[in-house]
């Protein structure tokens, strides 16, 4: 973990999304897309052995596109859009969910975009993108708490269900995020993004 906060100083942002980074989402998307079906096959067996606690485990997997997006590319909706082309992804994929998971990716996708915003798209340290992984999860569990009757779990199901989630979105979204775009960055495929111009404070 980095000792001091990275903020980004690079020289003035573009703050528009650029042809080069809307590449960059779709590929993001279709690889999380395709990653996706079969994360879903492992999500239907921790769940049959574990319920919805067990399978919280793994539900941070679901966002990680969208932070990662985010931290490579650095402009506000860079995580929304990234996730509502995983969306359609899915749905032309032969989700069985369908249009569902279009309320999830935009749900994923508001989650992290608001601590990005919090921060005023100027932080992408290792706490910034935990808080992301973090955030990412709230608003899809309280949909789907009644859009899938988790709220019939119990209070203590539901609660422990939801602190695991969040605990996977800043383990599996937020921190391999991290690990993931600097690592990417050092092999200069990343020059093209603002990844590749930011400064430690």
Known sequence: MEATAAVYKGKKQKKGLSTLDIVLMAILAIVHGIAMTYVALLNQVLTAMGGPI???VIIGLFTIHGV???YIIRKPGAALVTCLISGVVQILA???NGLISMVAASSYGVGIEVAFAFFKYRRYDFITLSIAGFTSMPIWFVIAGFWFG?????????ITAFLVRCL????LSGWISKILGDTLSKTGILNGFNISTKKSA
């Open 54 to 56: 067990l399978t919280s």
């Open 68 to 70: 990662l997006a985010m």
């Open 94 to 96: 032969g989700n069985p």
């Open 150 to 158: 988790y709220i019939n779990w119990g209070v203590m199901v539901m």
């Open 168 to 171: 996977s979105g800043v383990i």
